[in-house]
């Protein structure tokens, strides 16, 4: 009998909770039950209020009704009735209901058997419901996307009929009007020409911000097509500063292009630079006043290339430099009443700097001036090494997405930091950590070190194990602001991000 009764019990626990869909599960656990056991009929349902909704059952009976025993609310409830035994488990979620048609058989073992399953059964109802609850949250956010995307591409669709629909007559208005205001044959009015002005402008300011909106369109839907090719950056960046003499000229503006000449050719794309370029110029000489003047630099920092465009126009409030980059973001909204744009052309910069593998941070002054600092890497091996971390990188957020450090949300303002490069193994992880938060330079010799360092870099990283004490004060003596020493080989990435996190 003892034997028996284990082989029951063992056959009844081993069939509950094989299936996270919950009707299956329970079908086994249920048929099992009765094959097993003196009933003759089960049934697992859910009662709500007065209604109750049947889930599994085996077997077969006449006239039985659940509700009938509402009443019988213990964990483990045995009815006597006059032709059947009644046996009852309540649980977390709904009630199995074992009846029994053999009136003289000893129900104990089986009331003992079935209260031990209790838990068992609680827990494997509670995972079918959540894979369940699961489920229909990832249906209801398939159905989302979806519509996402159908929305997305009813969008794109609608700024490609605008944008056809609104060039066109515009570009025929400021062609016309280009032409008609310089009066070649004098039967204007000043008045008229004044007007033919103000149409020819506001007619290239509405194609300004049709032409950002489509920008940010087509980098936001991954539609942005890249051409990466040698470039003579020279050639490129003169085009463009010669493109905007004119502008400056006419506003009373001093425009200064200066370029290292050691730098020769990069990889990438063109009309990218030209772009970025052009939003950063164009940002400066709508901020600068008569008198003022704007900075146009390019910088050769080892596997990089920086461009500064730096102005002394109206500067940016501190607290407002975190939103800069954002989208339809100035400074303030009297910035668009007064100076106009669609705020839209720094967050365009952010994108593309993106897709080239670069970066961007700024720093400025209220009532003294801005500077925007744009990194570039050279090469095609330096973009391929980017490539491979921007990977690592992401795989390494999606790991952490739930424990982001605070300081990481606090501090969205990039820094600028010089990394000496004594150790490709041991920098590679400070590399991969800081790139995608901060701008990065990195040297490998100590005479390019003290080359490079300046006041525009917040932060200077070095390894005590590549530089003497002697350098180490060299390099203190030349650079104002703060130096972190990676000491005893011993490399803590958090403590590197506190202590750039705590440079302002």
């Not at 009136?103 to 031990?116: A, H, K, T, V, Y």
């Not at 159908?150 to 032409?179: C, G, Q, R, Y």
């Not at 800081?434 to 917040?458: A, C, G, I, R, W």
């Amino acid at each position: 009998m003892l034997v028996n009764n284990l082989a029951i019990t063992y056959k009844c626990f081993a069939s509950i909770g094989n299936s996270l869909d919950l009707k299956e599960m329970m079908s086994e656990a249920l048929r099992t039950f009765v094959c097993e056991t003196y009933a003759i009929y089960a049934v697992y349902c859910i009662e709500e209020a007065d209604n109750i909704e049947e889930i599994s059952s085996f077997g077969k009976i006449d006239n039985f009704h659940p509700l009938n025993y509402k009443k019988y609310q213990d964990k483990i409830n045995k009815i006597v009735e006059e032709n059947k035994i009644v046996l009852i488990l309540r649980l977390d979620y709904g009630s199995i209901f074992l009846v029994i048609k053999q009136l003289d058989s000893d129900m104990n073992f089986f009331i003992s058997m079935f209260e031990s399953f209790i838990s068992k059964l609680n827990l494997s109802i509670k995972s079918c419901l959540n894979v369940q609850t699961m489920k229909e949250k990832n249906e209801l956010l398939n159905e989302q996307k979806r519509d996402l995307e159908i929305a997305n591409k009813s969008k794109d669709d609608f700024l490609a009929n605008m944008s056809h629909e609104l060039k066109t007559p515009l570009n025929s208005i400021n062609v016309i009007s280009s032409l008609m205001k310089e009066n070649k044959k004098g039967n204007l009015s000043v008045q008229d020409v004044k007007n033919l002005q103000i149409i020819n402008s506001s007619g290239k300011y509405l194609l300004d911000l049709i032409n950002d909106v489509l920008d940010l369109s087509k980098l936001e839907s991954g539609k942005s097509v890249l051409d990466f090719a040698q470039l003579d950056l020279y050639k490129v960046l003169d085009e463009v500063y010669l493109m905007f003499l004119p502008q400056t000229e006419e506003k009373g503006i001093k425009l200064y292009f200066e370029y290292d000449k050691n730098i020769d050719e990069i990889y990438s794309d063109e009309k990218k630079i030209k772009q970025i370029v052009k939003n950063l110029l164009s940002n400066a000489v709508k901020f600068v006043q008569s008198g003022k003047s704007i900075y146009f630099r390019v910088k050769d920092e080892d596997e990089n290339i920086t461009i500064l465009v730096e102005d002394e126009g109206i500067g940016i409030a501190q607290d407002k430099l975190i939103d800069i980059f954002d989208r339809f973001k100035q400074a303030d909204s009297s910035t668009t009443r007064k100076f106009g744009g669609t705020g839209l052309g720094l967050a365009i910069i952010k994108e593309l700097l993106v897709l080239l593998k670069g970066s961007v941070y700024v720093k400025s002054k209220l009532g003294v001036g801005t500077t925007f600092y744009v990194t570039l890497p050279k090469n095609k091996d330096t973009i391929r090494c980017l490539d491979i971390l921007d990977i690592d990188v992401f795989e390494s957020k999606k790991r952490k997405e739930e424990k982001k450090i605070d300081y990481e949300k606090q501090l969205e303002i990039r820094k600028n930091i010089l990394i000496f490069n004594t150790d490709a193994v041991k920098f590679i992880n400070i590399v991969i950590q800081l790139q995608k938060s901060h701008s990065l330079t990195q040297v490998t010799k100590f005479e390019t070190l003290l080359e490079k360092v300046n006041d525009s870099f917040d932060v200077v990283i070095v390894d005590s194990a590549g530089l003497s004490k002697y350098e180490l004060e060299i390099l203190k003596q030349k650079f104002n602001n703060e130096i972190y020493v990676i000491k005893e080989n011993i490399v803590d990435i958090n403590n590197i991000k506190e202590f750039i996190g705590g440079r302002r």
